[in-house]
């Protein structure tokens, strides 16, 4: 996934991503089970209502006795009421269980892309993978929760509708059987040309995320080089073919909408002209039609019900297909099955031997070549050269950022690659070459270095980064609000804030990118 472009991506074929939902809905199989309860006892309260109107109009009408439609009409009340307590309680556990299943998805999302390697996000904009957080599980939510609940409500009337029609008739049920594979087979096939649009469709919606997420992230370099309208267009560009994907998309839903319902209700046509010729021939009474008439009803607004939602849940296997790929993708670092521990004294001994590496990227160019390198525990070192000479690279190839092509590292005596990258970083901390600061206060950035330290080791670790002064400076000192990015502080408060928080980790190896 990471190295294809959103037009590689092959279209989904089938719902069966969405078999991948069962793991995050089989810790609440609990849920499940009481909503399959209050499905199936609202749904058998749906299905009597028929039978209740045939006995109305058979005996309490014929019988002109006031107290025997009072009867029925208390149990219709009943019916009613027990339908409705049943239909709430169903409506809540799918919902439920829908935000549920779409927090648990989104969490294993972030989790598996915030482990992903440098490779991965070298070929893969952080805007798409936004996009697959926010929209592709949004659509996983509609359809597991409302949609859902739909599709079971109407399945099972669908099928409990049928069954009663063959019961209440089985000559006029044999018309419906026919008339059936006359409605599926359009219905199918336009199903299949909405999915494609649809996957289509969220590949768009990606691409613009991807690109909005570029450039509002450099936004500062776009204005001095006035290139605001450029920008726009592209945007704007990206936004149009979208919109024309996305009208195709309403079109073709359009077309599925109008070729179910009119294909339901002249077959229902045709079915209810066939039973009021039958009245009239005296071979059924008018109960009979009035129970057989409602349950086709019943059929025909819960196959609508289905062929609306149809549309959602072709949508949602598209954007769980995406989601899929992302999950399915591994990082390239990882640590091996039986991992090398480091020693327990952490000395910071560092060793290159005949260290070569290019990156992925750009194969041909080799970033280091045949590096041979020992540092000494408290020895301080430091890397000259013009841009592109590896001084970066080497910091990278020694956090196990990447893997070289030949040659070993070792730390504290154990080679890198046979050790857990977390144990080798965590003996190691840095100061970038591109400052990082979080949206949060002054204090949380530099706890970053390390979660569980005290207000009294921050502010220490402040003082000794000269960061202290112009920390207290700031409207609410240590608890201010540095923006995202760290927009309100310059370029060497920023710097000032990171080598704190290195400082504040306290690792035997520290690493100075470029730090001034």
Do not use: C
Not at 56 to 75: E, H, K, N, P, S
Request: charge should be neutral; proline fraction near 5%.
């Amino acid at each position: 996934m990471a190295n294809q472009s959103a037009k590689e991506r092959p279209k989904g074929r089938s719902l069966k991503p969405l078999r991948a939902l069962w793991p995050f809905i089989r810790p609440y199989r609990g849920t499940v089970a009481l909503a399959l309860f209050a499905l199936l006892v609202a749904s058998g309260a749906f299905l009597a209502v028929p039978v209740a109107v045939r006995y109305v109009i058979d005996y309490g009408f014929t019988a002109q006795d006031a107290a025997t439609v009072d009867r029925y009409f208390l149990l219709f009340l009943g019916v009613a009421v027990l339908f409705g307590l049943f239909a709430a309680a169903r409506a809540y556990l799918v919902y439920w269980l829908g935000e549920r299943v779409v927090a648990d998805l989104r969490d294993a999302l972030y989790r598996h892309v915030i482990q992903m390697d440098p490779i991965f996000f070298e070929t893969t904009k952080t805007g798409e993978v936004l996009s697959r957080l926010t929209a592709d599980t949004t659509l996983i939510q509609s359809i597991s929760g409302v949609g859902v609940s739909i599709m079971l409500r109407s399945s099972i009337q669908f099928v409990g509708a049928l069954v009663l029609l063959a019961v209440t008739n089985w000559r006029l049920m044999g018309l419906i059987l026919v008339l059936v594979p006359a409605v599926l087979v359009p219905i199918l096939g336009i199903g299949r040309w909405l999915r494609r649009l649809s996957r289509a469709t969220q590949d768009r919606v990606a691409d613009i995320s991807g690109l909005a997420g570029e450039t509002l992230n450099a936004v500062d370099t776009i204005q001095a080089f006035t290139a605001e309208e450029l920008e726009s267009r592209r945007f704007a560009d990206s936004v149009r073919v979208t919109f024309e994907t996305a009208v195709r998309r309403i079109r073709v839903r359009a077309l599925f909408s109008m070729v179910t319902t009119v294909s339901l209700f002249a077959a229902l046509i045709v079915v209810l002209w066939v039973g009021a010729r039958a009245v009239l021939a005296g071979e059924m009474t008018g109960g009979e039609l009035g129970q057989f008439v409602l349950y086709a009803m019943f059929v025909a607004m819960s196959a609508a019900s289905l062929s609306e939602v149809w549309g959602e849940v072709q949508r949602a296997a598209g954007a769980m297909e995406r989601l899929m790929e992302l999950l399915d993708t591994r990082p390239a670092i990882s640590a091996p099955a039986n991992p090398v521990p480091l020693p327990p004294v952490r000395e910071g001994r560092i060793r290159f031997e005949r260290v070569s590496f290019s990156y992925p990227s750009r194969p041909q160019i080799k970033a280091l070549d045949g590096l041979t390198l020992d540092i000494e525990p408290g020895e301080k070192l430091a890397f000259v050269g013009p841009s592109g000479a590896g001084k970066s690279t080497t910091f990278q190839l020694l956090m196990r950022f990447y893997d070289p092509q030949s040659g070993r590292i070792f730390v504290d005596g154990v080679d890198i690659a046979m050790a857990d990258p977390r144990d080798v970083r965590a003996r190691i901390g840095i100061v970038p070459q591109e400052t990082v600061i979080f949206g949060a206060s002054a204090r949380e950035n530099i706890r970053f270095g390390r979660p569980d330290a005290t207000d009294a080791e921050i502010e220490a670790a402040a003082r000794a980064a000269a960061a202290d002064e112009f920390i207290r400076e700031l409207p609410e000192g240590y608890d201010t609000f540095l923006g995202e990015r760290g927009t309100r502080l310059s370029g060497g408060q920023k710097q000032r804030i990171a080598i704190a928080r290195a400082i504040l980790k306290d690792p035997p190896v520290l690493l100075l990118d470029e730090a001034t």
